[in-house]
Nanobody, 114 residues
Framework: QVQLVESGGGLVQPGGSLRLSCAASGIIFSISTMAWYRQAPRKQRELVARIFSDSTTNYAPSVKGRFTISRDNANNTVHLQMNSLKPEDTAVYYC????????WGQGTQVTVSS
């Protein structure tokens, strides 16, 4: 069974940084495209970034140049380094495969506020 456990969220001031981590199990991680998604209050979940098995990356225009996705195949972990955070980045952040599977983790809350 697929299990995804996100961590690293918190409260940060605008302009600050956070590093999210996601531990995945139940998938063949090394060949999976992994992604970070987020869902802000009263909005649909959206794709933030994805990383292919060859470590090629894609980003949503709203985060490009500020966020960096990376993967650690030895530990079945995917990370999201978030810099220059803005209030509009406030959301619950989730990791999953891309395309996403039906199992989601609990997510990790990121709040950007002064």
């Amino acid at each position: 069974q697929v299990q995804l456990v996100e961590s690293g969220g918190g409260l940060v001031q605008p302009g600050g940084s956070l590093r999210l981590s996601c531990a995945a199990s139940g998938i063949i991680f090394s060949i999976s495209t992994m992604a970070w998604y987020r869902q802000a209050p009263r909005k649909q979940r959206e794709l933030v970034a994805r990383i292919f098995s060859d470590s090629t990356t894609n980003y949503a225009p709203s985060v490009k140049g500020r966020f960096t996705i990376s993967r650690d195949n030895a530990n079945n972990t995917v990370h999201l380094q978030m810099n220059s955070l803005k209030p509009e980045d406030t959301a619950v952040y989730y990791c999953n495969t891309f395309p996403s599977g039906s199992n989601w983790g609990q997510g990790t809350q990121v709040t950007v506020s002064s």
